[in-house]
């Protein structure tokens, strides 16, 4: 059974940081895709970040291009998002998503939500202007 558990959400002030952490348990992740979105009130879910489990290959939105890094230790089992230069615009529950190296999208589908088999809860991130 597949498990990922994100942590690391706050409340900080605009121009700060903050890194999310997602631990992925389960059969069948070993080098899967793993990707970062975010839902804030009355908006899309939106991919912010992804990184290719097999080649370490990483896309971002270009509303965190820049800001935002997503990066996995290496034993490909915790992934994480960093982020800096935090704007209020960021605020948002901030979901890790995953999907079997054979089922990881192309480039041009990462950021597209029905691409992932498994979500985690959700950490909320609030930045304060």
């Known amino acids: 059974q597949v498990q990922l558990v994100e942590s690391g959400g706050g409340s900080v002030q605009a121009g700060g940081s903050l890194r999310l952490s997602c631990a992925a348990s389960?059969?069948?992740?070993?080098?899967?895709?793993m990707a970062w979105f975010r839902q804030a009130p009355g908006k899309e879910r939106e991919g912010i970040a992804m990184?290719?489990?097999?080649?370490?290959?990483?896309y971002y939105a270009d509303s965190v291009k820049g800001r935002f890094t997503i990066s996995q230790d290496n034993a490909g089992s915790t992934f994480y998002l960093h982020m800096n230069s935090l704007k209020a615009e960021d605020t948002g529950m901030y979901s890790c998503?995953?999907?079997?190296?054979?089922?990881?999208?192309?480039?041009?589908?990462?950021?597209?939500?029905?691409?992932?088999?498994?979500w985690g809860q959700g950490t909320q991130v609030t930045v304060s202007s």
């Open positions: 998503s995953a999907v079997p190296f054979y089922g990881c999208p192309g480039e041009d589908r990462w950021y597209l939500p029905d691409e992932y088999a498994y």
């Open positions: 389960g059969y069948g992740l070993s080098r899967a895709c």
């Open positions: 990184i290719y489990g097999n080649t370490g290959s990483t």
